[in-house]
């Protein structure tokens, strides 16, 4: 009965592929995001997402693009991948709320070789 | 610019002593504010979060934070330390969910 989870944990794949991370949460929360944890642990937001509107980081590449099947879902599409695409993605969710704070997931490593 | 800074990228503390990390934050207004934690290969949990009232709130694990608005600063506290708590410390604003850079936490037996 994991609150947020990611899969997969772990993906290594060759530069130039297309991949998918998916991403659900059983809370019921209302908005889902996706961060990127560079190597020295810095935290980026890359996407939130409502049923209301998708804001983007405008500083990430349009090869990553989300997908929300329905409010409990938040999949990551990567397109083309590059080799500065390894990291650790993460995927959150909260209330609409704010001061709610964020429930993350556990977290997908990318290695792109 | 608005920005959130942990000064300490590394802290080292042996088991048992009292601990402070720092968090600074740079906002027009105040922000809500929070202290998350990862463990290795873990998600980031949350410690504890201040929006109003209280300027020390008291969080999971023992944690507690103090809110100064004079100093902008969230300093994240915990009397005795454990082995267990050796993690990636990050303070957040959210505006817009902004993270610090973290500071690493090693414990000494």
């Known amino acids: 009965d994991t609150a947020v989870s990611q899969t997969p944990k772990y993906l290594v794949t060759q530069m130039g592929n297309d991949k998918s991370i998916k991403c659900e949460q059983n809370?019921?929360?209302?908005?889902m995001y996706w961060y990127k944890q560079d190597s020295k642990k810095f935290l980026k937001i890359m996407f939130s997402y409502n049923n209301k509107e998708l804001i983007i980081n405008e500083t990430v590449p349009n090869r990553f693009s989300p997908k929300s099947p329905d409010k409990a879902h938040l999949n990551l599409h990567i397109n083309s991948l590059e080799l500065g695409d390894s990291a650790v993605y993460f995927c959150?969710?909260?209330?609409?709320?704010?001061?709610?704070?964020?429930?993350f997931g556990s977290g997908t490593r990318l290695t792109v070789v | 610019a608005q920005s959130v800074t942990q000064p300490d990228i590394h802290i080292t503390v042996s088991e048992g002593a009292s601990l402070e990390l720092r968090c600074n934050y740079s906002y027009g207004a105040t922000p809500y504010l929070f202290w998350y934690v990862q463990s290795p290969g873990q998600g980031l949990q949350l410690l504890l979060k201040y929006f109003s009232g209280d300027t020390l709130v008291q969080g999971i694990k023992g944690f507690e934070a103090e809110f100064k608005r004079s100093q902008s600063s969230f300093n994240l506290r915990k009397p005795s330390v454990h082995w267990s708590d050796a993690a990636e410390y990050f303070c957040a604003v959210e505006r817009d969910m902004r993270f610090g850079a973290g500071t690493r936490l090693t414990v000494k037996p």
């Open positions: 959150a969710s909260s209330q609409d709320v704010e001061g709610y704070g964020y429930t």
């Open positions: 809370l019921g929360h209302d908005t």
